[in-house]
């Protein structure tokens, strides 16, 4: 489906009335040579005065009477909502929803309001370092052939360093379809976890300038793996699943690039210690635990 329909779906639930979810109508017509099918109708508990989308449509922006502007996700659920003052008439959004523009009439003001959206992230199953039971999470979406993902390590091994006791490190493939050798590896280094031996595996992936499939064999003859079960394994249909649904969490979860750390499901707007830790800060003061 292209912007113009996403725009006309989404307006067109917009201007129903029905239920608190995004429902199906079967409704359909035909007036001259326009065809038509009302598609969804949302509840939106307040009257509508404006609306925007982002341009991927995972996020719908309404500006109602009460002051708020309610933020629903493409399938009609509530995420949230952000107070504005009386006299703002008109909304408008970034491309991504990353920042909300509101127009005061009243007070003839601009106001850029920056937007992030908390995500859940799977991480069962998944390699970490720290706690188990950590109450933060730091959950990094990396490739192994990514020279980004490579410079990051060394940030997040001090930001474990500094929290030891309250942070967790959970690692998720994103292998990028124009790194040849990224799959290969993510299924080398999943193969290596199930002996025991993924953080090893992964630092020796990260510390080769070029990755070959000899090389992933050379790696886990050195750390000691059994070869036959190590070679079964990176091939087998479990791996495969779990390389792809760590794909599908990153999708989810709107990831576009590598890497991408989320902490408690939060996005730093910038990577490095003071930021990510003012973060982890936080959460433990909203758990009680700082």
């Not at 009243?106 to 199953?125: L, N, P, R």
């Not at 940030?155 to 998720?172: D, G, I, S, Y």
């Not at 280094?189 to 992933?216: I, M, V």
């Not at 059994?226 to 990176?234: G, I, P």
Request: hydrophobic share 40%; net charge negative; proline share 5%.
């Amino acid at each position: 489906m292209n912007h113009k329909k996403l725009s006309t779906t989404l307006m067109l639930a917009l201007l129903c009335c029905g239920s608190n979810q995004a429902l199906a109508i079967s409704e359909a017509g035909q007036d001259n040579r326009v065809e038509w099918q009302r598609l969804a109708t949302w509840n939106l508990g307040a009257k509508p005065l404006a609306m925007v989308h982002s341009l991927d449509a995972k996020h719908l922006f309404v500006l109602t009477e009460r002051q708020r502007v309610e933020v629903y996700n493409n399938q009609g659920q509530l995420q949230g909502s952000i107070p504005v003052d009386p006299g703002v008439t008109a909304i408008d959004i970034a491309p991504q929803g990353e920042l909300l523009y509101l127009i005061d009439g009243s007070k003839q003001t601009f106001t850029a309001v920056a937007i992030s959206f908390v995500v859940s992230v799977d991480t069962a199953d998944a390699p970490f370092k720290g706690p188990a039971n950590a109450p933060v999470s730091m959950v990094l979406f990396t490739d192994f052939e990514c020279p980004y993902c490579r410079s990051v390590g060394p940030l997040l091994e001090e930001v474990l360093a500094k929290n030891p006791q309250t942070v967790k490190l959970v690692f998720k493939n994103m292998p990028l379809k124009f790194h040849n050798m990224a799959d290969p590896a993510a299924r080398a280094a999943l193969a290596a976890h199930e002996q025991g031996k993924f953080w090893e595996y992964h630092d020796r992936l990260f510390a080769e300038s070029e990755l070959n499939d000899a090389l992933l064999t050379t790696i886990a003859q050195d750390l000691g793996l059994d070869l036959a079960r190590f070679n079964q394994a990176r091939e087998s249909a479990p791996i495969q699943a779990k390389v792809q649904k760590d794909l599908v969490d990153a999708q989810q979860a709107g990831v576009t690039g590598t890497p991408t750390i989320f902490i408690n499901g939060r996005l730093p707007k910038q990577r490095n210690l003071e930021t990510i830790q003012a973060i982890i800060d936080d959460e433990l003061r909203k758990l009680g635990k700082s």
